[in-house]
T-cell receptor, first 114, second 109 residues
Framework: DTGVSQDPRHKITKRGQNVTFRCDPISEHNRLYWYRQTLGQGPEFLTYFQNEAQLEKSRLLSDRFSAERPKGSFSTLEIQRTEQGDSAMYLC????????????FGPGTRLTVT | QKEVEQDPGPLSVPEGAIVSLNCTYSNSAFQYFMWYRQYSRKGPELLMYTYSSGNKEDGRFTAQVDKSSKYISLFIRDSQPSDSATYLCAMTGGFKTIFGAGTRLFVKA
């Protein structure tokens, strides 16, 4: 297994456009997380899936943000009507079920909104 | 007050030095404690994971947890220039993980 992968690695978009990011977790992991990280800060939790069920969403996740994980495998994060404040690194992580919650991160998608 | 406090640094040390990185937290519900290393423009890489109070050692790295003081530490022995990165502490009491802001470390050759 090659770990968590994310696509694209970089995305430049104009304000008001919609963007979609994809995350492929480690194959045996049933938990998947999305985070946002801005310069000089640690990752901030956005949302969490266990299998295909989205169990928690942060208040950071406004109505313009939506995430899906059909069939409990890969996940997508869509941002509609992007704003300059959405510019950040979007990180995906996965973990196996159980009590330890060790999360393994992908390389991230860097979004720049112009 | 943030749930997790971490000095952002930067911390600059000579090669071979012992490095001490620390975080404090306020939520006593946190049960699991992790340290991640993040190189510039990369995703965080899990370094150490601990559950109980005490020490855990892995090569040049030692993680220490003091739940009574709500204080965790990461020690790096014989630091190398390749250790230059941002170190993030993280902790969780369930599915939600809270990260510190990260400490930037520079190890000079």
């Amino acid at each position: 297994d090659t770990g968590v992968s994310q696509d694209p690695r970089h995305k430049i978009t104009k304000r008001g456009q919609n963007v979609t990011f994809r995350c492929d977790p480690i194959s045996e992991h049933n938990r998947l997380y999305w985070y946002r990280q801005t310069l000089g800060q640690g990752p901030e939790f956005l949302t969490y899936f266990q299998n295909e069920a989205q169990l928690e969403k942060s208040r950071l996740l406004s109505d313009r943000f939506s995430a899906e994980r059909p069939k409990g495998s890969f996940s997508t994060l869509e941002i509609q009507r992007t704003e300059q404040g959405d510019s950040a690194m979007y990180l995906c992580a996965s973990s196996s079920s159980g009590s330890t919650n060790e999360q393994y991160f992908g390389p991230g998608t860097r979004l720049t909104v112009t | 007050q943030k749930e997790v406090e971490q000095d952002p640094g930067p911390l600059s040390v000579p090669e071979g030095a012992i490095v001490s990185l620390n975080c404090t937290y306020s939520n006593s519900a946190f049960q699991y404690f992790m340290w991640y290393r993040q190189y510039s423009r990369k995703g965080p890489e899990l370094l150490m994971y601990t559950y109980s109070s005490g020490n855990k050692e892995d090569g040049r790295f030692t993680a220490q947890v003091d739940k009574s003081s709500k204080y965790i530490s990461l020690f790096i022995r014989d630091s190398q220039p390749s250790d230059s990165a941002t170190y993030l502490c993280a902790m969780t009491g369930g599915f939600k993980t809270i990260f510190g802001a990260g400490t930037r470390l520079f190890v000079k050759a």
